[in-house]
């Protein structure tokens, strides 16, 4: 009882401070999509065998998006309409680049090399077909059709200070994971601060400076990949600190996902917090984008996340607050377990059901489309 109302009690305070709307507004932010995790099922048996664990299950069933997940996915996106007749719609924070492991196993694993995500999709059309033909052409019908809005999630969903300090040691996890044509399960970064997926992670805060040129070959790259300018951007695997929000913002960003309450790092070991909200202003003029409904039906947990999301999305509509809904590719994959994606799609399915049926009055748009109006509304 007293875990139930401290959990409705968070389900308000979160949503007291922000941008106010009357119209009862679905945004769907999923984090990871272009990112190569874990290669296949035979790449996952033959770590597991070298001894590399799984740590979480994103190093069980991450994997690049496959035809058959889009598929599954589009139908569930297709299967609502709002009051407007309009589909629901993913924003897939996306990165636009891999690592290029062919490249590094003919170099012999000497130093970091990247390659475009239609390159990715080219080689594994080659070395999976049945998985994977058709995939990338499938990926722009889905932009085409509104169904996908991608955004900025990095150049790519790694940390290059810690993968390259462990390639120059001919680390085991690493070396394993890119023989199997894979990053994962590595089991930590050797620095407090820095998780091996965060782009955005350092330890001493000069490291921030080497950010820039990424974010800038990033969003260029973003753009040859995707077809569009980014304006909306969410860090991968962990929380940037503002100096880089310049560089953000000279290369077109408009938008930053953020934390409601963000322990931000100023290096070696030493943070800070700060309280955010959705329409808060940065320096730049940027705004702030805050997350206030989570939706992660494939990690176990002993409530029913339909209902849990169900009940975040009615608080978030109470305090007259859009529904920014939080999920990962994860939940939607199925290469390495069907199981996996059938789960998740079977609860998006539902989720989007009871949305449309308790709110006849429902609106989708992707977080970019809700960025642009809470601008607008601020002029």
Request: charged share 25%; net charge positive; glycine share 6%.
């Amino acid at each position: 009882m007293i875990n139930k109302i401290k959990q409705e009690l968070f389900l308000n305070l979160k949503n007291i401070w922000g941008w106010k709307t009357h119209r009862k507004l679905i945004i769907f932010s999923v984090d990871d999509y272009g990112n190569v995790r874990v290669d296949s099922k035979q790449a996952r048996e033959s770590m597991d065998k070298a001894g590399l664990k799984i740590l979480s299950r994103f190093d069980a069933f991450d994997s690049l998006e496959t035809r058959e997940d889009l598929e599954m996915l589009y139908d569930v996106l297709a299967s609502v309409k709002d009051r407007n007749g309009r589909y629901a719609v993913f924003t897939p924070f996306a990165v636009p680049c891999n690592i290029d492991f062919e490249r590094l196993a003919e170099e012999n694993y000497q130093q970091y090399r990247y390659e475009l995500l239609p390159r990715t999709y080219e080689k594994l059309t080659g070395f999976q077909p049945g998985t994977y033909e058709g995939t990338w052409a499938l990926w722009q019908e889905g932009i085409a059709k509104g169904l996908l809005a991608p955004q900025f999630h990095g150049r790519e969903h790694l940390n290059l200070k810690v993968f390259e300090e462990k390639l120059a040691k001919r680390d085991h996890e690493v070396l394993i994971a890119l023989k199997n044509r894979s990053y994962t399960s590595i089991s930590n970064s050797g620095y407090p601060t820095i998780s091996t997926t965060a782009a955005f992670d350092f330890w001493s805060f000069v490291e921030n400076g080497r950010f820039d040129s990424i974010i800038k070959d990033g969003l260029d790259d973003f753009e040859k990949v995707y077809g569009y300018r980014s304006i909306h951007f969410n860090p991968p695997g962990g929380r940037e600190h503002q100096v880089i929000h310049k560089a953000l913002f000279d290369s077109g960003i408009k938008y930053i996902d953020t934390p409601l309450i963000k322990t931000e790092h100023q290096g070696e070991g030493k943070y800070r917090k700060a309280l955010n909200y959705t329409g808060k202003n940065n320096k730049l003029g940027q705004i702030f984008m805050v997350r206030n409904v989570v939706f992660e039906p494939t990690e176990k947990r002993s409530y029913d996340w339909v209902n849990f999301t169900i009940n975040q999305i009615e608080a978030a509509f109470r305090w007259n607050r859009p529904a920014v809904i939080s999920s990962h590719r994860v939940n939607f994959c199925g290469h390495i377990d069907p199981k996996n994606r059938q789960a998740g799609i079977a609860a998006l399915k539902t989720l989007l059901q009871k949305i449309v049926q308790r709110w006849p009055d429902v609106e989708f748009l992707d977080a970019a489309e809700l960025g642009n109006l809470i601008a607008k509304n601020n002029q």
